[in-house]
Structure formats: C-alpha cells, structure tokens
C-alpha cells in the first residue's frame, strides 16, 4: 500500500500541514491529510506536534502566565521543534 498511487504523499502532506494544523485547509483538502495521517505514522506525529504546540502557544497568548515565562516556554518549545521536526 503505497500513498503513491494517490498521488499524495508525505511530501505533499508536509506542504499543507501548517495550514490543516490552522483549521484553513478547504474541506476536501482536510479530508485527504486525514486519510494520510490514518495511514503514516510519521505524519500523523508531526501532527499532533505541531496541534500541541499551537494549542500552547494559544494558551499563552490568552495571558495565563508572566510574560517572561512565556517568552521562556517559546523559546523551549521551538528548540523542541526545532529545524529538524519539520523535514
Ligand atoms: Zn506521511
């Protein structure tokens, strides 16, 4: 079973990850990276990352912590991240 014979693949999974992340991929699109994410693993976990780090970074600008804290917690969740987690 290959994403290949879709023709959507985790090179093009990558590309609108961002924008699925954010809730603006046009429905079809969404539906697409969902069945990809069902299937790869790798994907999938990029994913949830990049969920979970949105949705901290969301709470933090809502004002629940010192924004010297804050500015702290970016700074660790984007060596967590990093270059590496995006490729
Ligand atoms: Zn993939």
Redesign the pocket.
């Known amino acids: 079973m290959t994403?290949r014979e879709t023709g959507y693949?985790?090179e093009k999974?990558?590309a609108e990850l961002d924008a699925f992340v954010r809730g603006e991929l046009p429905l079809e699109a969404a539906g697409r990276m969902q069945a990809?994410?069902v299937?790869?693993?790798?994907?999938?976990q990029?994913a949830r990352h990049e969920q979970a780090f949105r949705d901290r970074l969301r709470r933090l600008s809502a004002g629940c912590c010192p924004d010297h804290l804050k500015a702290q917690i970016v700074e660790l969740l984007e060596t967590a991240t990093g270059p590496d987690a995006a490729t």
């Open positions: 994403e693949d985790c999974a990558g990809h994410l299937r790869c693993g790798h994907c999938a990029v």
